[in-house]
């Protein structure tokens, strides 16, 4: 659900580019490597540049501070290819 709603096992998804996972117990960052879906969205288009990549889901609470236990996916590689 949307970021700031306050409700028992609930959050939104952020997205992890070329990172590591976040510190468990803070606030997840918001920069170009931390992705926040804060509006409840499930899907996005993201542009990157060509080359290997990793994505990786966590999802946070209404604070964006990761669930206990946290809730996240595998770390995935992709490869973006030239035009
Ligand atoms: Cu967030």
């Known amino acids: 659900c949307p970021k700031g709603i306050a409700f ?4 939104h998804h952020h997205l992890l580019i070329d990172t590591d996972l976040p510190a468990l117990d803070q606030e ?14 499930t899907d996005a288009r993201i542009e990157l ?12 609470d209404h604070n964006h501070v990761p669930h206990n236990p946290p809730v ?9 290819l030239k035009d």
């Open 8 to 11: 028992p096992n609930t959050g």
């Open 28 to 41: 997840i960052p918001s920069d170009r490597q931390h992705l926040h879906f804060g509006a409840g969205e």
């Open 49 to 60: 540049p060509p080359g290997k990549h990793t994505l990786q889901l966590i999802l946070g």
């Open 72 to 80: 996240y996916s595998k770390k995935i590689t992709i490869t973006v």
